[in-house]
């Protein structure tokens, strides 16, 4: 167990639909990540946050939004969503540390399914 | 821009022969190399991690991995495979110079299967 907690665990909705998912990082960690995992793109980093602000942003569309509240725990929002959206998302935390050097330790996932 | 390459889908040993699973980067500067291994209706768990120093790095469960300049390598090796290792092995780099986040960039995923 990695201390990262994400909610659900499945999801099934329809196309058009917005859903949103939930992730709560290790304890005292300030930094949070999203990742996709589908069988054509493989494992693609989305965006980052970090205490609060965004950080940085990788292939996140633009029907995609995220935020880090104050409590550190993080929401992805995904709307008008697309059978292509299909995935299992991944949260990652990790504490920053100079340099870059941290690691991220990811939770359980959250598979979607766009029916 | 920062990549990563396994060059193998599945890798294929018997239990208590040694393995490797191979793994490419491509980075502007000096990489940070990650192994990660997801088993099935899992997260990705850490294994190991390579910033500086010292060539082999030894992680969990009796994983290490060998970081090779020259050849931008950084290929995950075990003395003796065990069945309980059977699983997607994914190789990630964070190329410290690109500014604006740590995120990392993983391959393509390696399934090991080890047979008895």
């Known amino acids: 167990d990695s201390g990262v907690t994400q909610t659900p665990k499945h999801l099934i909705t329809a196309t058009g639909q917005r859903v949103t998912l939930r992730c709560s990082p290790r304890s005292g960690d300030l930094s949070v990540y999203w990742y996709q995992q589908s069988l054509d793109q493989g494992l693609q980093f989305l965006i980052q946050y970090y205490n609060g602000e965004e950080r940085a942003k990788g292939n996140i569309l633009e029907r995609f939004s995220a935020q880090q509240f104050p409590d550190l725990h993080s929401e992805l929002n995904l709307s008008s969503l697309e059978l292509g959206d299909s995935a299992l998302y991944f949260c990652?935390?990790?504490?920053?540390?100079?340099?870059?050097?941290?690691?991220?330790?990811f939770g359980p996932g959250t598979r979607l399914t766009v029916l | 821009a920062q990549s990563v390459a396994q060059p193998e889908d599945q890798v294929n040993v018997a239990e208590g022969n040694p393995l490797t699973v191979k793994c490419t980067y491509s980075?502007?500067?000096?990489?940070?190399l990650f192994w990660y291994v997801q088993y099935p209706n899992r997260g990705l768990q850490f294994l190991l991690k390579y910033i500086t120093g010292d060539n082999l790095v030894k992680g969990s469960y009796g994983f290490e991995a060998e970081f090779n300049k020259s050849q931008t390598s950084f290929h995950l090796k075990k003395p003796s495979a065990l069945v309980s290792d059977s699983a997607l092995y994914f190789c990630?780099?964070?190329?410290?110079?690109?500014?604006?986040?740590?995120?990392?960039?993983f391959g393509t995923g390696t399934q090991l299967k080890v047979e008895l």
């Open positions: 980075v502007s500067g000096n990489p940070y």
């Open positions: 990652a935390s990790s504490v920053v540390q100079r340099g870059g050097t941290d690691t991220q330790y």
């Open positions: 990630a780099v964070r190329d410290p110079l690109t500014g604006g986040g740590n995120k990392l960039t």
